[in-house]
């Protein structure tokens, strides 16, 4: 069974760091590409960054794009989202996602909550 | 700027079917934007529905069906439930490791 369980959430000030983390067992964590996504409060999903299985090649939003840095270590089955520069407008449920063999998730953590404020 | 558009809201009555969409605001999706389909109840983290177009994730029921139609991808939920009452995301791929997802549909069964 596919488990993915975030961490690393909380209360963060605005200009501040926070660094998640998404422990993840049930697969060969290497084969697979990750995503965070994310959900301000009351606001549809929007997808953050995303890594390839090897951790090479990533990506990243345009609102997140020089601030946000997500890596894996697939030693520990682990995804990471390192967030820097923090902002009111981060604040939400990020949420990390399992990739099929392609773009599209397949299966999706609980979510952690952080949220940016002063 | 790309946007991926989707209905605001819809309704549909028990038993009944209903065909949601994810269009763009320029161009037409296709099967090389993966379109895929995410349910989500209030309170809880996302459920793969559709993924690559039409195929049904693991134990998705068969009421549940995607399609291209026209310029658009189509999720289609034929004889609805009351459970099927939940917030719908469509997301796209653009390439380059892009992804995009639409405001979401929220469907109302009654």
């Known amino acids: 069974e596919v488990q993915l369980w975030e961490s690393g959430g909380g209360l963060v000030q605005p200009g501040g760091s926070l660094r998640l983390s998404c422990a993840a067992s049930?697969?060969?964590?290497?084969?697979?590409?990750m995503s965070w996504v994310r959900q301000a409060p009351g606001k549809g999903l929007e997808w953050v960054s995303a890594?390839?299985?090897?951790?090479?090649?990533?990506s990243y939003a345009d609102s997140v794009k020089g601030r946000f840095t997500i890596s894996r270590d697939n030693s520990k089955n682990t995804l990471f989202l390192q967030m820097n520069s923090l902002r009111a407008e981060d604040t939400a449920v990020y949420y990390c996602?399992?990739?099929?063999?392609?773009?599209?998730?397949?299966?999706w953590g609980q979510g952690t909550l952080v949220t940016v404020s002063s | 700027q790309t946007v991926v558009t989707q209905e605001p809201s819809f309704s549909v009555s028990p038993g009944g079917t209903v065909t949601l969409t994810c269009g763009l605001s320029s161009g037409s999706v296709s099967t090389s934007h993966y379109p895929s389909w995410y349910q989500q109840s209030p309170g809880q983290a996302p459920r793969t529905v559709i993924y690559?177009?039409?195929t049904r994730s693991s134990g998705v029921p068969d009421r549940f069906s995607g399609s291209i139609l026209g310029n658009k991808a189509a999720l289609t939920i034929t004889g609805a439930q009351a459970d099927d009452e939940s917030d719908y995301y469509c997301?796209?791929?653009?390439?380059?490791?892009?992804?995009?997802f639409g405001g979401g549909t929220k469907l109302t069964v009654l």
């Open positions: 690559s177009t039409n």
């Open positions: 996602a399992k990739q099929i063999v392609g773009p599209p998730f397949e299966y």
């Open positions: 997301v796209l791929y653009m390439g380059s490791g892009n992804r995009v």
């Open positions: 049930g697969f060969t964590f290497s084969n697979y590409g």
């Open positions: 890594i390839s299985g090897s951790g090479v090649s990533s």
